[in-house]
């Protein structure tokens, strides 16, 4: 490669100006408007269809493996859709407005697994045996892995044809992580407590309760299984109102600047893009373990708050300090990005994770204090990486388009997204396996409230604490060898740049 940096001419400059604020907060919303579908889903699912629809942790683990798989493989096809697409809005933004309503309605099924005794959408007595349920939770899961995809991929490439300036893209994915932070803490705030208040009422039955009152407590426990359910309901149905409304402004405040000289890319040179392309796979490799960490945890967080903080109102707490430390840490991203270079954020900051996991592992049951300190600790770590590895992304595209001659954001952003769907599958899975591998009891139509084995317990702790510093370690060590600093990249993008003033120029 050069070491002359070429300048981008006129025509260019408008992929390297400052992005007015209205696009970065238009940004900011899509991911608002992802996490309404995509964190209620990872902080809740698994309760929900443990504890209200009463399927097996076991059950549960398989669907987030076999379905999350599906997922990545849906990100492939999404990502080849978009690079044969182009309309007069634009390859990206178009997705966000066809798909926005489906995939927030659809979320709304997956809460909504019809169960004895509990109305489906809070109207319909629609019932399906064990097995039924289980089918029911694979099929609406699926569908809406393959809408989700259909609106992301577009939506996470975006910002790599917003602008090809280091501190505007650093701008960009930190209003990403702004948005998905606040989407996230603000479901649990809304979820969490209800559900905690109607836990301190549900009903107990007495050792010695007689035929009269074992009764009562069967119609109490379909009750109070019934008010959980319309909790998930109402929280769902309201989010398709207030996500429709914010994916609408990303598509209406969001523009895409950068020139290509392709529109559409053909397979082949997709595979072309690709197949050199070094800063991708050290990224996705990286990328691969730390995430299995980090989705093991989401899944595991409501449970840790009922059994080892002691009321299941405390995940909305832990969603704060683990994530919702974005909302303190994200303004200053551009600003830690320009100091040390997004490969050194990347490659340190998973220590957070490693030091915050250990102590949370080893934290006493009822230290309530402690843990949430070391949540914090680990919170940092994982809101610096989670959101660099978005604008590292970003970057991977303009190394694809110097190898190659070709720009495939699409391909690019989906087989990153395909590697992050791999890791919430196998996260997924790991943290609802060592439930069951710890001997966590499913609630019932007789028991919603079990009591739980230590073993489960120490199950919960291991999820949240240790799997995570493990993968942590594993990341660093793999990113390493990642060879696109930010000095390199500024070359590159002004090498392509160049090449396609000079092709202007001879077309003319």
Not at 31 to 42: E, I, K, P, V
Not at 101 to 115: E, H, I, Q, R
Not at 201 to 222: E, G, I, V
Not at 320 to 327: F, P, Q
């Amino acid at each position: 490669m050069s070491t002359t940096v070429a300048t981008p001419s006129s025509s260019d400059l408008g992929s390297l100006a400052k992005q007015p604020a209205r696009a970065v907060l238009g940004y900011g919303l899509g991911d608002f408007a992802n996490n309404l579908a995509f964190s209620m889903g990872t902080s809740f699912l698994l309760y929900y269809l443990t504890d209200v629809a009463g399927v097996t942790a076991a059950a549960v683990g398989t669907m987030f493996l076999v379905v999350r798989l599906w997922d990545a493989f849906t990100d492939l096809f999404a990502g080849r859709l978009v690079d044969r697409t182009m309309t007069r809005f634009g390859k990206f933004r178009p997705f966000i407005l066809w798909f926005a309503v489906p995939v927030l309605f659809l979320s709304v099924l997956n809460f909504n697994v019809p169960t004895p005794g509990v109305k489906w959408l809070g109207i319909f007595d629609v019932s399906l045996s064990a097995q039924g349920r289980v089918l029911y939770m694979y099929l609406a899961y699926a569908v809406l892995g393959l809408c989700y995809s259909l609106i992301n991929i577009p939506y996470g490439s975006l910002a790599s044809a917003m602008s090809q300036s280091v501190s505007e893209r650093a701008k960009l994915v930190a209003a990403r992580a702004f948005g998905a932070a606040i989407g996230g803490v603000g479901l649990t705030y809304l979820v969490a407590p209800k559900i905690s208040a109607l836990q301190k009422s549900a009903p107990k039955l007495a050792a010695n309760a007689d035929a009269t009152a074992k009764a009562a407590y069967d119609a109490a426990a379909l009750a109070y299984r019934q008010n959980v359910q319309s909790v998930f309901t109402t929280t769902t149905l309201l989010f398709v109102l207030i996500g429709s409304v914010a994916f609408f402004l990303t598509f209406w405040f969001c523009r895409e600047t950068v020139v290509r000289a392709t529109p559409k890319v053909s397979i082949r040179e997709t595979i072309d893009t690709l197949k050199h392309n070094k800063p991708l796979a050290f990224l996705c490799s990286a990328s691969f373990f730390y995430l299995i960490g980090l989705f093991a945890v989401s899944g595991a967080t409501a449970y840790y708050a009922k059994y080892v903080m002691g009321d299941i109102s405390q995940t909305a707490t832990m969603t704060l300090m683990n994530s919702g430390i974005a909302l303190l840490i994200t303004p200053l991203i551009p600003a830690i990005i320009r100091k040390l270079g997004k490969k050194t954020v990347f490659q340190w900051c998973g220590m957070f994770t490693v030091v915050g996991g250990v102590s949370l592992f080893f934290t006493p049951v009822g230290g309530l204090a402690l843990a949430l300190i070391f949540l914090a600790v680990k919170g940092i770590g994982a809101s610096l990486i989670n959101t660099v590895m978005f604008g590292l992304e970003a970057d991977t595209v303009e190394y694809g388009e110097w190898k190659s001659g070709k720009r495939s954001e699409g391909a690019t952003y989906a087989i990153f997204s395909f590697t992050r769907k791999v890791t919430q599958s196998i996260g997924g899975a790991l943290g609802a396996w060592m439930l069951a591998f710890g001997g966590y009891l499913s609630a019932t139509s007789t028991n919603p409230n079990p009591v739980q084995p230590d073993s489960a317990i120490w199950a919960i702790r291991f999820t949240i604490g240790l799997l995570p510093a493990i993968c942590a370690i594993t990341a660093m060590v793999i990113f390493w060898k990642y060879p696109l600093t930010d000095k390199i990249f500024a070359e590159i993008r002004n090498e392509n740049e160049a090449r396609k003033s000079e092709a202007a120029a001879i077309a003319d």
